[in-house]
């Protein structure tokens, strides 16, 4: 069944009768999505799993939304529907880059980072980042949250182990327990999960919006790195001077980045064929960990 009649049956069969057709929207991997366009309401945003889920990725989705506005002031669409197949939101505009819009989005991450600081790392459900469930256990210690819950927990994936050798693993577990030497010791926030350069919009009037969303409260730099590793236009620059001068960020920030972006490195490796380039970026970045040939000391 193709997409747009996919959704135009499960959006008739959740009550949005007045659906008349489905334009379908491109450029997602992980689920079918499309504009509802409606007899005399206001055409939304609908998106469904081609398969029947028994999650509540959607839901977990629409309260990361809803999250993000309430408590960190991000603009984002209004939910109207959210059920376990499928998630209907108010319809947003695609962007604009400019360095001006990029300076606006600065100061609203910035302003989510800083006005939601403090506390555990975690969230009171589970996400998802792409397919697969983002455990957001409750932890008190950053380092311990961010290397048991965001990068080892991908170590017994078959696609992990299949890129990875031995030695790749051992590095991983090395480079984990050697975090708190590696990165600054940094509050928990709210953080969007998946902040890369696609899941920024544009508002009808033009300003910045985000969606699809992977909440949880840990470092705020795993949404910056998230927006710097991944390809984003070159307008993108003026975030990272707004953003860094609005929260104080020190002159290292871009060498940690490689380090911070090893979730997305091993998440997409986890889930996606081909991986895009992934698995040769995680290598990389784990090779000074690695242990040469007759060396037994810790790299």
């Known amino acids: 069944m193709s997409t747009p009649d996919l959704l135009l049956r499960r959006l008739h069969d959740a009550g949005l009768t007045d659906v008349a057709r489905v334009e379908e929207v491109h ?6 999505a499309g504009l509802a366009h409606r007899g005399s309401s206001p055409t939304v ?43 209907v939101l108010e319809a947003l505009q695609p962007r604009i880059d400019t360095p001006m819009f990029w300076e606006r989005l600065a100061h609203d991450v910035a302003h989510l980072h800083t006005s939601t600081a403090g506390g555990p790392f975690g969230w009171h459900r589970t996400t998802w980042l792409g397919l697969e469930p ?65 899941n920024v919009v544009a508002t009808a009037d033009g300003g910045p919006a985000l969606v699809d969303p992977a909440v949880s409260r840990t470092w705020a730099e795993v949404d910056v790195a998230m927006l710097w590793s991944e390809p984003r236009p070159p307008e993108s620059d003026r975030f990272f001077d707004v953003y860094a001068e609005v929260t104080g960020l020190d002159i290292g920030w871009r060498a940690r980045m490689p380090l911070l972006y090893l979730r997305q490195n091993l998440a997409v490796v986890a889930q996606f064929v081909p991986d895009w380039g992934h698995a040769d970026m995680l290598r990389a970045v784990l090779a000074p960990f690695r242990r040469s040939p007759g060396v037994t000391a810790t790299a």
């Not at 450029?27 to 079918?32: F, L």
């Not at 994936?157 to 050697?178: K, N, S, W």
């Open 45 to 87: 945003f609908a998106k469904t799993s081609p398969r029947p889920r028994e999650d509540d990725m959607f839901v977990a989705e629409a309260d990361g939304l809803q999250s993000l506005r309430d408590l960190g002031g991000i603009r984002t669409p209004d939910v109207h529907l959210a059920t376990r197949d499928l998630l």
């Open 134 to 198: 983002q455990d957001n256990t409750w932890e008190d210690d950053g380092f311990e949250f961010f290397a048991r819950r965001r990068l080892l927990r991908w170590l017994p994936e078959p696609r992990v182990r299949a890129a990875l050798d031995d030695a790749d693993r051992d590095a991983l577990e090395r480079l984990c327990a050697r975090l708190p030497e590696l990165l600054p010791e940094r509050p928990s926030c709210l953080t969007h999960g998946d902040l890369w350069s696609s």
């Open 27 to 32: 450029g997602g991997v992980v689920a079918a």
